[in-house]
């Protein structure tokens, strides 16, 4: 017969004395049986002590924490989180150097524990590590340990930043300015002040005033902290006012921090982990979201100055032209012009960009193309002024749409994703990557609109082209402009017409009835393969991110599902894995059975909680939770997409529910059209397989096809 519910069979530990086996009764009071497991080994002053897990992370016991307590667990009696924190706090202000090392020691440790934070701040334990670092006393070892609690302490957000005094900032400041300073000394540093500038506004000018930028640049060719650098660059770039943002820009420029990107990070000799992806995708986000207020201005139709940029394009355009003296005759010639240049306004062609977005962005582009890449910019003019009427590509009016997809493609505007590392190396190889982006694309446009012997009335059908041409080439992540000619070379019209029928045979199955019937016939056994390779999947589990304040000090942790399909094992890990973790390692697990449903999105509850790191729409795509047994959950977010549809449709798979993922949806369209084919070519002999092979856990060499933008 299963025990009750609410009973779990424990270890407890206490050092020199051999375990308690209890088993534990949830509905007592925690209290009662630290009382009881206290008398076990003849230890008096229960209220004294507390229970902890023996192995991971180490936290405390709380009456709110205890509902993840599972069978088998190992526990041990420790001091209580009061006592603790009283003692720490008392041997961090010794006077003997051995002692007070190995509290900061200590502290370090339990500081990322909620509960005994939340003690040891209330015994005004910040403002006496603060008064620490102030005094310049400490160094080495004892200082990384000092700013380590410190930093740990602050982030369960107990207490405002807003507290900081000045002294301890410039002392903070003052370990990133000086030229020798110890590794992680430096590290802690310098998340502590990304921390101030994210959390703080006031501290925000304060730090600005301490840190420049040529001193933060400095340190990015050291590859143990250019993590912390670029992500301080990133906040005090993210947080300065609008009229600051640009001239930041043109101070980050001048110190060639694009160049030192590049060698020292993208091209350097480590690979690229992924906080340093994601800091790269912040500053590729913010750096174009500085074109944002030229994507939003409208131009000014009486603005002289914004005309005579219009004029300067046609100049350039029709140089050997002179004007007529009469002012109808010029006028004449300008309208003509201006219809060859393909505007939609001939007269006043400043009309054209009163649009936004993408606005005076779009004139920007095409001034930029005409002087830098002017034989460029007067072939495609005078190629399209040429032909037949029907048949000319309107240069003007492709430049502006092109520019606002360009805009959309990569999100000018939006902020960025906690959870994305979606950077493009390219953007890193030079100084004007936006605009010779554009230069490249509206060559592009122009090949394409030619290969499709576009018209007029072709016109948006030719911008969907052009964007799924560009959207193609940038997700193979070119490393340079020239990459990327390269790989929209490949993708001709042709190419985009070919993948197209390919991605589309699984939706363009005959609707006549014997090939419906056929269809439902051989579902059943389409949808039995899937459901096997999505649970085969999560037996060989994956890794995920536990989300949060500080993206550098990432923690870990696996989860998979037993061979027997019965039990999902999880725990902690140090770091990522390279390969399958053995269950032996997993050091909690959730009975099957026990599994009332699977949430996701933002009716998880870690997506209800009110935080800047889970209010961005793509950390909500990745959000699932299993909901167990008595009303606890276990939260995931997933890595990627595919990592988050093979864990809903296995989970779904695992309760007998349906598998509703687009990934399963494609799966199952695609397997389904193989299998028609085949039996409609007369191979009737062909089965499914009992079984489904082994599936190569990277997406690319995954046996389905599938597809997401």
């Keep these: 017969m299963p025990p009750p519910a609410d009973i779990v069979k424990v270890a407890i530990e206490w050092p020199g004395a051999n375990a308690q086996l209890i088993e534990m009764d949830q509905k007592r009071p925690l209290s009662s049986i630290i009382r009881e497991v206290c008398d076990g080994w003849s230890l008096s002053g229960s209220e004294q002590f507390a229970l902890r897990y023996a192995d991971g992370p180490q936290l405390y016991i709380t009456e709110q924490s205890r509902g993840d307590i599972k069978n088998g667990t190992i526990l041990r009696l420790a001091i209580s989180p009061a006592r603790a924190a009283r003692q720490l706090l008392e041997r961090i202000q010794s006077h003997g150097i051995d002692a007070r090392l190995e509290a900061l020691k200590e502290l ?72 020798m300073v110890d590794v992680s000394i430096l590290q802690r540093s310098l998340a502590i002040l990304e921390s101030m500038v994210l959390n703080s506004h006031s501290l925000y000018h304060r730090v600005a005033q301490e840190i420049t930028v040529g001193q933060l640049i400095g340190h990015l060719s050291n590859q143990e902290i250019q993590t912390y650098a670029i992500a301080l660059i990133n906040a005090l770039f993210l947080k300065a006012p609008e009229d600051r943002r640009q001239e930041m820009a043109s101070s980050l420029a001048q110190k060639h921090l694009r160049s030192i990107i590049l060698n020292h990070i993208i091209r350097g000799n480590r690979p690229i982990k992924a906080e340093m992806a994601h800091q790269l995708y912040v500053l590729q986000v913010l750096t174009f979201n500085l074109l944002e207020e030229r994507m939003m201005t409208k131009m000014d139709p009486n603005d002289q100055a914004q005309r005579d940029i219009i004029f300067e394009l046609r100049r350039i355009a029709f140089d050997g032209d002179t004007d007529p003296t009469g002012t109808e005759k010029r006028k004449a010639l300008y309208t003509k012009d201006y219809k ?68 959309e493609i990569l ?185 009332k449903s699977v949430l996701t999105g933002k009716d998880c509850p870690h997506m209800k909680e009110k935080s800047a790191l889970k209010q961005n729409k793509e950390v909500l795509e990745l959000a699932f939770s299993v909901l167990y047994d008595p009303d606890e959950t276990l939260n995931f977010v997933a890595p990627n997409k595919y990592e988050y549809c093979i864990w809903t449709d296995g989970l779904c798979a695992l309760l007998g529910r349906e598998m509703g993922s687009d990934l399963t949806r494609s799966d199952l369209d695609t397997l389904i059209s193989m299998e028609m084919k085949l039996r409609l070519l007369d191979l009737e002999n062909i089965t499914i397989p009992e079984a489904p092979p082994p599936v190569p856990k990277e997406p690319s060499s995954y046996n389905f096809t599938y597809n997401y933008s």
């Design 340 to 407: 060859m240049l393909g505007f939609t306004n001939h007269l006043n062609p400043a009309m054209d960009f009163t649009q936004t977005p993408p606005g005076m962005l779009a004139l920007d582009n095409m001034l930029y193309l005409a002087r830098v890449h002017q034989d460029t910019y007067i072939r495609i003019v005078l190629e399209n002024s040429s032909r037949e009427d029907k048949h000319e590509c309107p240069f003007g009016r492709c430049a502006i749409e092109l520019t606002r997809i360009l805009c």
């Design 108 to 179: 370090a440790k339990l500081s990322a524990d909620p509960t005994f934070a939340a003690e040891f701040i209330n015994m005004e334990g910040i403002g006496t590590l603060a008064r620490l670092v102030e005094s310049g006393t400490h160094f080495g070892e004892m200082l990384a340990f000092t700013l380590t609690a410190f930093l740990e302490l602050m982030d369960h957000g107990i207490v405002s930043w807003d507290l900081i005094s000045l002294s301890f900032i410039k002392q903070i400041a003052g370990y990133v300015n000086q030229p």
């Design 411 to 595: 999100q000018v505007g939006e902020l960025p994703n906690e959870g994305c590392n979606d950077y493009h190396p390219m953007f890193f190889t030079h100084d004007r990557a936006w605009e010779e982006f554009f230069c490249v694309c509206i060559q592009l446009l122009n090949k394409t609109w030619k290969e499709m012997r576009a018209t007029a009335e072709d016109f948006n059908k030719v911008m969907q082209v052009v964007r799924e041409q560009i959207t193609r080439a940038l997700a193979m992540k070119p490393s340079s402009i020239d990459q990327l000619k390269n790989k929209l070379r490949c993708l001709n019209y042709s190419e985009i017409l070919r993948l197209r029928q390919s991605e589309r045979m699984s939706q363009d199955d005959f609707q006549s009835p014997p090939i419906i019937e056929l269809r439902e016939r051989i579902q059943p056994e389409i949808l039995e393969l899937i459901k096997q390779q999505r649970l085969n999947r999560l037996c060989e589990g994956s890794c995920f991110r536990k989300l949060g304040n500080r993206r550098r000090q990432e923690k870990f942790w696996f989860c998979r599902l037993s061979l027997n399909h019965k039990v999902l094992h999880y725990g902690d890990l140090e770091e990522s894995p390279q390969g399958e973790v053995p269950f032996e390692l997993l050091s909690d697990k959730i009975p099957v059975s026990d599994i």
